[in-house]
């Protein structure tokens, strides 16, 4: 935006009720006596409207977006202060309906026509957050920085809350995206004190700074509290709402599980992602997961099953080749990845090191240089297959210092092996870069520890589930635990398998320690995952929480 725009939050807007009357008490109402078409219908566009800010606290898009068309269809007067203030107010609603659709395009326009509306609105708040959501999502963060916040009130309503949070979030999600980690990290902790705070029993909505923490857990190899963080917002990000939730939460997750040696539980985790994203028309977290799960079935061997999914993230390219130029970038950026990682396993000759480079220069450049990691990483895989070793070297040691100084390390540890070869060969000084690397050895050398500790891990915890496997074979479960495990696998909590099973909740969880000491697992998720593959229960994607 050209010029910061910023606005007093009115006292009305403490009203725990949250109808949409604050808005209307901005304006006199009986200038517009003289108008008999507009004034007979404020009473109930007011209640419409306040359901159409419900439904957006409520992350339901479409709902909001329907109330608001059709207020906009009603008949009206085009002049006085109370159709203006209607006016502002769609606006605002269409501009959050619109995020929350993924249409960044229409929900920007949306947003500045609410603002030139009524820049000093009570919902100009809104206005200003979605523009800075748009403006981070096509990477301009000039732009982004150029929008002003509005001034919190002394007793902020929900709504207010709500843009709150997600302020602090976009601000840690744009210091995780520059590889400010620190900050990133107190950013996304104060959005989540704040999302704390909203008031009444509603649909979690606090999945993206949660999602932001949980990635830098992750890359610190916090893995058990990562998956916690997110797990514990699952249910929420099944019921839709907020894309970034999905592609970031689910994404992570499925990640996690890959870890942990459990590919049908991270493939399980990417089909429930693509279902979402037919549900929702959500193109962009298609793209995510069907990228995902051609790098899983690469890594485990299951080429045919990786070139099946490539080609369907290709058709869905080329069917989104007139969206949103952020929407082109994201699926070209995803198809790419896909297409090389494939081309690494397979046919190395045929990667496509011109396109890679330009991949990873405008991905930095739109601000998202933690997102731009993966691609180096990728890039530098690509070059030792084509015998480039010495511009690998420097690109990896490049790449070494900016992770150094950022604190990141479990993508690097989960990089292919020809880069892990490099990396060694850097740590024993057997290779000659123009860049000084000694002060990287320590960092270097403490990545390749943590890696070959992983990898002992795995290769335990592989053994474990092979051998928990037979005694539960064997030995059976008792038909109550049976029960019980089922029960566990449909997402039940120990208080609800108790009701349903009329025991006490006491009993259930005496009953989970035996199930957990006779499968070998150490939560009720692996519990459940063991028993499926054993063939004890059958679980679907949604059940995997």
């Given at each position: ?86 006016r ?12 929350l ?54 007793q ?11 302020d ?72 839709g ?92 950026r ?24 330009r ?7 739109r ?13 530098i ?16 040691v ?20 020809r ?13 000659m ?72 909740p ?22 459940s ?17």
């Amino acid at each position: 935006m050209s010029e910061a725009v910023a606005c007093e939050t009115p006292r009305e807007w403490a009203r725990p009720d949250f109808p949409s009357h604050y808005v209307w008490a901005q304006f006199d109402f009986r200038a517009n006596r003289g108008s008999h078409v507009l004034q007979p219908a404020l009473p109930r566009i007011r209640l419409e409207i306040a359901r159409a800010w419900q439904m957006v606290i409520r992350l339901k898009g479409v709902e909001a977006l329907a109330i608001a068309q059709r207020i906009e269809r009603q008949p009206g007067s085009s002049l006085g202060p109370a159709t203006m203030a209607v006016r502002c107010e769609l606006a605002a609603i269409k501009a959050a309906a619109f995020v929350l659709r993924d249409d960044g395009e229409a929900a920007l326009a949306a947003a500045l026509a609410a603002l030139r509306l009524g820049a000093a609105s009570p919902t100009a708040h809104v206005a200003l957050t979605v523009c800075r959501c748009i403006y981070w999502r096509l990477g301009d963060l000039d732009s982004f920085h150029a929008v002003e916040r509005c001034k919190s009130g002394v007793q902020p309503g929900r709504l207010r809350t709500l843009t709150t949070m997600l302020d602090l979030a976009l601000d840690a999600a744009v210091e995780l995206g520059q590889m400010r980690f620190h900050s990133a990290r107190l950013l996304a902790s104060d959005a989540l004190d704040v999302a704390r705070c909203f008031i009444g029993n509603i649909v979690p909505i606090d999945s993206l700074p949660a999602c932001v923490m949980a990635q830098l857990m992750y890359e610190e190899g916090r893995l058990d509290e990562a998956e916690a963080l997110v797990s514990t917002r699952l249910a929420g990000i099944r019921q839709g709402g907020a894309i970034e939730g999905a592609v970031r939460g689910l994404g992570l997750l499925a990640r996690i599980a890959a870890n942990r040696n459990r590919l049908e539980q991270a493939l399980a985790l990417l089909a429930e992602a693509n279902g979402l994203a037919t549900k929702h028309d959500w193109p962009r977290l298609q793209a995510a997961s069907l990228a995902q799960q051609v790098e899983l079935y690469v890594a485990a061997g299951r080429f045919d099953e990786a070139q099946r999914h490539a080609h369907r993230l290709g058709i869905l390219a080329a069917q989104c080749g007139s969206g949103s130029s952020t929407l082109r970038f994201e699926l070209a950026r995803y198809h790419l990845l896909a297409q090389t990682r494939f081309a690494l396993a397979r046919t190395p000759d045929a990667v496509d090191l011109a396109s890679l480079h330009r991949l990873h220069d405008d991905t930095v450049s739109r601000g998202d240089r933690y997102a731009a990691v993966t691609t180096a990483l990728l890039l530098i895989e690509a070059l030792l297959a084509a015998d480039r070793r010495e511009e690998a070297a420097e690109a990896l040691v490049a790449l070494l210092k900016q992770a150094a100084d950022a604190g990141l390390y479990q993508t690097l540890i989960d990089c292919g092996e020809r880069v892990a070869g490099l990396i060694d060969a850097v740590v024993a000084e057997e290779i000659m870069v123009a860049t000084e690397v000694r002060e990287l050895l320590p960092y270097a050398r403490a990545l390749m520890a943590r890696r070959r500790q992983g990898a002992a891990r795995k290769e335990a915890e592989g053994e474990s589930i092979r051998d928990a496997a037979r005694p539960a074979t064997s030995a059976g479960l008792s038909e109550r635990e049976h029960a019980i495990i089922g029960l566990m696998g449909c997402g039940l909590t120990n208080k609800q398998i108790a009701m349903r099973l009329r025991i006490a909740p006491e009993t259930v969880k005496s009953y989970a320690k035996h199930l957990y000491a006779k499968l070998g697992a150490r939560n009720r998720t692996e519990a459940s995952m063991l028993a499926s593959r054993l063939g004890l229960i059958r679980l679907s994607g949604r059940d995997l929480d």
